[in-house]
């Protein structure tokens, strides 16, 4: 069984909880385990409460045990649309690369990231991407000697496959919130790897410096309300984007066709269709009303479950789930940019938004409510966060 905090009381309580120790907890909640992104297989899970307590066992039972995992051989690991459970591998570190800081695009804040490559024992090579404090934690400064050479076997869990890009598609692993790793660690799956290189070398390449601090500049996107968006001349380089929108979700406008079918990347060689989403939807802040229109991944991101999960061919058309009504009457922050079509009035490509994997904003005055807002179409391209 495995824990998860909520996102609005992680400040309150991720303090309780070290990885590593043994806690007795109380006044939780046991409840069926999500379908997807699960740390561990199982059907129950339990959610921690603002009023959960945790009190660390000095001396734990030798019944507890020091891992949990389910390891997936490298050939074995393959990325899809949804993601059940969270993948484990155990391999030995060749490879790692500095700390890396920057702000995503349409982002305000900064991330940092580190890649690490590992080995299994048919010699392929996995490459791991760790994010925030797993990435700048990872050190082997006090295990390592680079004149001998020593091994160094590595467990990681809590990791979801993806597409590397840089390398033709091949597939690697990103860290979740749920990441973890260890060094060296002692279980049976590991003994192969210290039998193999017990008196082999293990020369592991590493950065020449390690990065001493964040040299990113974090931004503070300007805030516009939605009849300023409206204003915005597109040809305007002095004022290019992107902004920052905060709206309430008052209806979805498309009930009976948030869906669609669409195919997988072509570098996958399969011909498995794929539902995605398709959300049109009313905001609506002090200024105004304006119809969004959001793609796959920002949609998802918006309703917290994927497409494939809630389409029900059997289920009326006219019927919404029930994730996609609890949007309604919530408020959003969208990172918002102006697009190529913005200056082409009725008329806009929204290829663009699938293109860079952005959905898109597209503002519709009706001249029949009674606004202050002029008749102006625009295009925005948006990254949506919670408020």
């Not at 999960?309 to 994730?323: E, G, I, K, S």
Request: hydrophobic share 35%; proline share 6%; aromatic share 10%.
């Amino acid at each position: 069984m495995y824990a998860e905090i909520p996102d609005n009381i992680i400040g309150q309580k991720a303090h309780l909880f070290d990885i590593g120790k043994v806690y007795t907890i109380k006044k939780i909640i046991v409840q069926n385990a999500k379908r997807s992104y699960r740390v561990v297989d199982k059907d129950l899970m339990i959610s921690i409460t603002q009023y959960t307590t945790a009190k660390m066992i000095v001396d734990p039972p030798n019944s507890i045990p020091e891992y949990v995992y389910r390891l997936t051989q490298f050939a074995a690991i393959k990325v899809a649309r949804v993601v059940f459970n969270l993948t484990d591998v155990l391999g030995y570190l060749v490879k790692y690369e500095a700390a890396h800081t920057f702000v995503p695009k349409n982002k305000e804040k900064s991330k940092t990231l580190r890649e690490i490559y590992i080995k299994d024992l048919r010699d392929s090579i996995l490459k791991i991407t760790l994010w925030g404090d797993h990435a700048l934690d990872f050190n082997i400064d006090n295990i390592y000697d680079p004149e001998a050479g020593n091994l160094i076997v590595c467990l990681i869990v809590g990791c979801t496959p993806r597409e590397d890009m840089k390398d033709n598609g091949k597939t690697a692993l990103t860290g979740s919130p749920a990441c973890a790793y260890y060094f060296n660690p002692n279980i049976t799956e590991a003994r192969p790897f210290y039998n193999r290189f017990k008196n082999v070398p293990i020369y592991i390449q590493r950065p020449l410096e390690e990065e001493t601090g964040s040299l990113v500049q974090e931004i503070s996107l300007p805030e516009k309300t939605i009849a300023a968006l409206d204003q915005i001349d597109p040809f305007n380089e002095e004022e290019p984007g992107p902004f920052k929108c905060a709206v309430t979700i008052v209806s979805i406008t498309n009930a009976t066709s948030w869906w669609y079918i669409t195919y997988k990347c072509p570098r996958c060689q399969s011909t498995n269709t794929v539902p995605r989403y398709l959300l049109s939807f009313i905001g609506r802040d002090d200024t105004g009303d304006a119809k969004f229109f959001a793609y796959d991944d920002e949609a998802s991101k918006m309703i917290q479950k994927d497409c494939d999960t809630l389409v029900n061919p059997l289920a009326p058309r006219d019927v919404l789930p029930r994730p996609l009504e609890n949007i309604i009457n919530k408020k959003f922050v969208l990172s918002v940019n102006l697009t190529d079509d913005s200056c082409k009035g009725n008329s806009f490509n929204l290829l663009y938004a699938s293109q860079t994997r952005t959905p898109v904003i597209q503002i519709d005055n009706d001249s029949s409510k009674e606004t202050s807002q002029s008749k102006m179409r625009t295009t925005i391209a948006t990254t949506l966060t919670t408020a």
